[in-house]
């Protein structure tokens, strides 16, 4: 069982602990020990950020081999067209490669919490709000797309990460769960596995010992 801390993160704070500088961190929020995040949140970002207190389900929810969507509503710059979102559910291709297929939506804006400070608007210049879905983690994804397609992100919020949801949560408050995921990784994540095999679960380490034995066993009696 792991023991989960969904915390809506607060604008222009950082999803570490620690900071060099002057800057707001989790500890402001959370004081629970051994508790780390499973993924990060931009600190120019808000929304749902969970927190776990167990290595093999921190690596499930961060790592986009086990496929965990990720729900962003994005304010922009601009009136959203049909377009933009066709190329953004196709793909966009940033610095670092072509990003995989989303789910793109216009959406009203959402009876969400005000941001301090607010956005800075154009005058003259209208903004749109876009629901986004994405099942990768490249840095800074969503605001790379919304630019590539003409609409630079002024507001960008992380409302889910699968089921998990800030509903409920103002800023800067957390709900508690305990959750026992399966730890195995959908199709295509065996490769993952293989460049860093630190990071199986468990359950494969178990599994990969037995194996191991087995395979030893039979060596020794061919030796023999």
């Known amino acids: 069982m792991a ?6 993160k607060p604008f222009q704070v950082l999803s570490q602990f620690t900071d060099d500088g002057d800057r707001n961190t989790l500890k402001h929020f959370i004081s629970d020990k051994g508790f ?12 749902l950020l969970i927190l776990t207190d167990d290595g093999p389900t921190q690596h499930q929810l961060a790592n986009p081999a ?23 559910i196709k793909g966009v291709v940033l610095k670092d490669g072509l990003t995989k297929p989303a789910s793109a939506r216009i959406i009203p ?7 301090t400070p607010p956005i800075r608007e154009r005058q003259n210049k209208p903004t749109s709000w876009l629901e986004l879905k994405i099942k990768e983690g490249k840095n800074r994804q969503v605001r790379r797309m919304t630019a590539a397609v003409g609409f630079p992100t002024l507001r960008l919020i992380r409302y889910a ?11 800067g408050e957390t709900s508690r769960e305990t959750v026992q995921l399966t730890h195995k990784p959908k199709t295509g994540s065996n490769k993952d596995s293989q460049r860093h095999p630190s990071r199986r679960s468990k359950y494969h380490t178990e599994e990969n010992s037995v194996s191991g034995r087995r395979l030893a066993n039979n060596r020794s009696r061919t030796k023999k």
């Open 36 to 47: 780390y995040p499973a993924g990060r949140l931009d600190y120019d970002s808000e929304g």
């Open 109 to 115: 804006e959402p009876d969400i919490w005000d941001r």
């Open 3 to 8: 023991n989960l801390i969904l915390l809506n």
């Open 66 to 88: 086990f496929k965990l969507e990720k729900t962003y509503w994005a304010q922009v710059e601009g009136e959203l067209d049909q377009p933009a979102l066709d190329k953004l």
């Open 161 to 171: 990460i699968g089921n998990w949801t800030v509903d409920n949560l103002a800023p």
